[in-house]
């Protein structure tokens, strides 16, 4: 007889073959609730369930901001006020997905994180959707957003760079997206090119039997105003 556990992880990858992922957050949500740490397969599960409940609302916002803009650059306010309804339909949308994962990162898989990988892990997903979150909010929220994202990347670099090695696949995928955070929220380039040379930087001392040095995070610009 299967456990509860076995029985809403099965029906999550039934939901993920389905592409039903809204149901599949809510299995994977209940296994996270559960009260142990999640397994590789449960963790990656809950993280390919959000990631396309959120990368489809992304999508939709970049298109329907891009229509707007094309509206406004000709001039004619016809339509703006509905395309704007619209975009800000999608922002609520995606505030609730963001706000939703991150509170069961913070009330059940951070706490519960016991290796050094689920915490990099955990962390970086934690940084992922507050970026989500600072791509569309303006003004002080945008800020808040940027800051809390910023905050998150920085604890997992913390602990990728004492328990994981340059290679591994998690410390990669973080200093990728910790780079892109840089360049797209913050604005800076410079520090984008930094993140990507780190993790290579500290592969080829390791791959000949020597300790990678760990490098200090430069600490967050002023994020820049987002486009009204």
Not at 60 to 76: C, T
Not at 121 to 129: E, P, Q, R, S, V
Not at 145 to 169: C, G, I, M, R
Request: proline share 5%.
């Amino acid at each position: 007889m299967t456990s509860e556990r076995e029985n809403k992880t099965f029906l999550a990858r039934l939901c993920e073959q389905a592409e039903r992922y809204d149901e599949m957050v809510t299995y994977m949500k209940e296994v996270a609730k559960l009260g142990s740490e999640l397994t590789v397969d449960e963790r990656n599960l809950l993280s390919v369930a959000y990631k396309n409940v959120v990368g489809t609302r992304r999508a939709s916002w970049r298109i329907i901001s891009s229509i707007e803009q094309k509206e406004e650059s000709k001039g004619s306010d016809k339509h703006v006020p509905t395309i704007r309804d619209y975009r800000n339909k999608i922002e609520e949308e995606l505030e609730k997905v963001c706000q939703d994962v991150l509170d069961v990162l913070d009330q059940h898989l951070i706490p519960q994180a016991a290796s050094g990988e689920s915490k990099v892990f955990y962390h970086k997903m934690k940084g992922d959707y507050h970026r989500y979150l600072a791509e569309f909010a303006s003004g002080e929220k945008r800020k808040v957003a940027a800051t809390a994202a910023h905050e998150a990347y920085k604890s997992a670099t913390d602990v990728a760079q004492t328990e994981l090695t340059p290679t591994h696949p998690i410390r990669l995928g973080l200093a990728l997206n910790f780079s892109v955070f840089y360049y797209e929220i913050l604005n800076s380039p410079t520090r984008r090119r930094r993140g990507c040379q780190r993790p290579a930087e500290g592969a080829r001392p390791a791959a000949e039997g020597e300790p990678a040095k760990a490098e200090e995070e430069p600490k967050p610009e002023e994020p820049a105003a987002a486009a009204s």
